[in-house]
């Protein structure tokens, strides 16, 4: 090494330290990104106001009688309401009277023609069927928002994960409407929308035996 000229003696030396320092701050580096990838996965969707919810005035969700449990597909299936973020238990909310449960999203113009349809048939046919919305997007806020410029007023519920199309076995198109007579059980998936009032009142009436 004595050979070496003291110049490059210490620009070999220079090089190694620079090397060794790269490699202990390498991790530290790595790990600070990862931090920072898991906390963009990890950052939640903008939350719905209390403004929002009230702005919407959505019917409320159908609540449990005491003691109904529910049964058919939808047993076990916990949603959110959307007219105030409770949890719905569905099975047991629905249990004792005919559904119809219309899967629609934000995004899907079909939809938002045939929501308006949707709220006119339960306005007619009353106390005979619950009629209720099943938003088969994650967004809520979005939800929400569509609603209130359709101004459709009916119960609605949060399906983020589109657990009740899985359950009923829907395809993944929409908008869906899913029948369901009062033990549960699944008469009909309408996959299609409703091109008006009179045609969900004679398929709800055919497969359903409700008048309105």
């Given at each position: ?33 990862t931090a920072a990838d898991d906390g963009q996965r ?14 919407a005035d959505l019917a409320a969700c159908p609540r ?13 299936i916990s949603v959110d309401c959307l007219a105030d ?128």
């Open positions: 090494m004595s050979r070496f000229p003291v110049a490059l003696r210490w620009a070999l030396a220079g090089l190694i330290a620079v090397v060794a320092l790269a490699v202990a701050l390498w991790p530290r580096e790595r790990d600070a990104d990890a950052r939640p969707s903008a939350q719905v106001s209390e403004r929002q919810r009230l702005d449990p009688a005491p003691g109904a449990t529910g049964s058919g597909p939808l047993a076990g973020g409770g949890n719905v238990d569905l099975a047991a909310a629905l249990a004792g009277k005919p559904a119809l449960l219309n899967l629609w999203a934000y995004w899907c113009g079909p939809c938002a023609q045939e929501l308006p349809y949707l709220q006119q048939f339960a306005q007619r046919a009353g106390n005979a069927i619950t009629v209720l919305t099943v938003h088969s997007d994650p967004d809520e806020a979005k939800a929400i928002s569509r609603l209130t410029g359709l101004n459709v007023k009916l119960p609605g519920v949060l399906d983020a994960d589109a657990r009740v199309r899985t359950a009923v076995g829907a395809p993944a198109v929409l908008p869906i409407s899913v029948l369901l007579r009062a033990d549960g059980s699944v008469a009909r998936v309408e996959v299609r929308a409703f091109t008006g009032v009179d045609d969900i009142a004679g398929t709800v009436g055919r497969e359903l035996g409700v008048a309105a």
